[in-house]
């Protein structure tokens, strides 16, 4: 569980206000409970706890899942109670047909409409969407059409970016590669390695990520967020020397490292921090440990994102702008959103400008 704690009420409501934009979240790991409650009574589908917890102790009494909140306090759960592939498998099997996949899309953007985020770079991988039959052309395709439904529908512009989920092997990764290059007239605007890092290096997917390096694709990596330090800097340089990173999502160490910190600056590399969900899975002890003011003082493009808001307890962006804010002030928040829209891929300059002047900044 997240040790930090939201007392300052009128400081959340300031942070709760601020019209953000997003450039990492997952679109599974932020479907509301309540949304995918109503998906599984919708359908006559039972939701039921696994027989065992993470740490191999049975479940004892009935598992079955009986309501949003039980659903909420599951998913909150991630980690610590549960295992990530039995959380995640929920949403997920709420996203296996034209149908849902759209529907979700819509819940999605109702969610970004709730927390004041008006554009959103949100990933996924579609190799989990194919359950039913779907190919991976299909569940982009059919996100695509959900986002720009959900875009006249609740105004949030959603900008999707393609994730390898890293335990498939070179040829699929190559695979789900191609098909973002197919929809990047679309909107897909980049790919990302995500998921289980600490047996799946980076530099296994090497390949899949030069078929970008000629393409309008950008390129970004989840790296140095679960593994020691030794290795989490090892996938970072890999992930920004030989795949070419445009962005980086975590970096937990990366503030020790200065030449690495010269290379982010240098290549205009953004940093896509997420406070709250290192903190809530454990991979920090506390957010000051990330050092993310000494990173955007040595001119590291860093942003703040929610991740996998619907998997934290109090885990939305404001919260994470609320921690930040409590320890590095209010110029620290302007900054960071002013990061995440210039370093906005799927905005044209003309956009940014006018978002940025909406906001007052
Ligand atoms: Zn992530």
């Known amino acids: 569980m997240n040790k930090l704690h939201f007392d300052d009420e009128s400081y959340l409501s300031a942070m709760q206000r601020r019209t953000n934009v997003l450039n990492h979240i997952h679109w599974d790991g932020s479907i509301p409970a309540d949304d995918l409650w109503r998906f599984y009574q919708d359908n006559r589908k039972k939701l039921f706890l696994l027989e065992k917890y993470i740490d191999g102790t049975r479940v004892e009494g009935d598992r079955e899942i009986k309501s949003a909140d039980e659903l909420r306090s599951f998913q909150t759960n991630l980690f610590t109670k549960y295992d990530i592939v039995s959380v995640f498998s929920i949403p997920v099997g709420a996203m296996q047909t034209e149908e849902d996949i759209k529907a979700m899309a819509v819940a999605h953007c109702r969610y ?4 004041r985020t008006v554009y959103a770079e949100s990933r996924f991988a579609p190799w989990y969407h194919t359950q039913q039959g779907l190919s991976i052309d299909q569940v982009i395709g059919y996100a695509l059409e959900g986002f720009s439904q959900s875009w006249e529908e609740e105004g949030v512009k959603v900008k999707p970016i393609i994730c390898i989920n890293r335990e498939v092997d070179s040829e699929e990764a190559k695979k789900i590669v191609r098909a973002a290059l197919n929809f990047s ?8 390695l ?3 890092e600490p047996p799946f290096p980076p530099e296994k997917f090497k390949e899949a990520y030069a078929l970008t390096f000629d393409s309008p694709l950008k390129r970004t990596v989840h790296a140095d967020e679960m593994c020691p330090e030794e290795e989490g800097i090892r996938n970072l340089t890999t992930a920004i020397d030989d795949l070419r ?4 999502s975590h970096a937990i160490h990366l503030w020790k490292h200065p030449k690495l910190i010269e290379k982010m600056r240098e290549k205009e590399i953004r940093l896509e921090s997420n406070p709250i969900s290192n903190l809530t899975c454990s991979f920090i002890r506390d957010i000051a440990e990330l050092h993310l003011d000494l990173l955007i003082k040595q001119g590291v493009k860093v942003t703040i994102n929610s991740d996998d808001p619907a998997m934290w307890s ?3 962006l404001a919260h994470n702008l609320y921690a930040v804010g409590k320890l590095y002030g209010n110029n620290f928040v302007d ?8 370093t906005a891929w ?3 300059e003309d956009e940014k400008k006018q978002f940025l002047e909406n906001i007052g900044m």
């Open 112 to 115: 970004l409409r709730s927390q």
């Open 185 to 192: 007239e679309r909107g897909v605007v980049g790919i990302d």
């Open 335 to 342: 900054m960071v959103i002013r990061n995440g829209v210039e």
């Open 314 to 316: 109090n885990g939305d």
């Open 194 to 196: 995500a998921c289980y």
């Open 245 to 248: 990173a445009d962005g980086i």
């Open 346 to 348: 799927g905005l044209a």
